[in-house]
């Protein structure tokens, strides 16, 4: 199964970006959902994670100005971001992760999407 992130570009610092993450199927419903990021030259990071419930974890980097959310009936998970910072610039992903605290993905890599934070 492959995840599909949408919704990056370009924004100026302090702007806010939604990114949407869609898959077909009844597996994703049931999934723990996360969001990561990896920036040219450095390791994947992860972002955030929501569970088929709606419970969620923030990486204490983003905390504050990201949230995440999921349609399970649109079969979607949302990062909405705000106060974008220029550091936040990467390529953000989404995969099913194996728990809400715990960010190790179970899927293989889908496409992700370019977000471009200008100073």
């Known amino acids: 199964v492959q995840l599909q992130a949408s919704g990056g570009g370009l924004v100026q610092a302090g702007g806010s970006l939604r990114l949407s993450c869609a898959a077909s199927?009844?597996?994703?419903?049931?999934?723990?959902i996360a969001w990561y990021r990896q920036d040219p030259g450095k390791q994947r990071e992860w972002v955030a994670a929501i569970s088929r419930y709606g419970g969620t974890n923030i990486a204490d980097s983003v905390k504050g100005r990201f949230t995440i959310s999921r349609d399970n009936a649109k079969n979607t998970v949302y990062l909405q971001m705000n106060s974008l910072k220029p550091e936040d610039t990467a390529v953000y992903y989404c995969?099913?992760?194996?728990?809400?605290?715990?960010?190790?993905?179970?899927?293989?890599w889908g496409r992700g999407t370019l977000v471009t934070v200008s100073s």
């Open positions: 995969n099913a992760a194996r728990g809400v605290s715990d960010p190790r993905a179970l899927w293989s």
């Open positions: 199927g009844n597996i994703f419903s049931s999934a723990i």
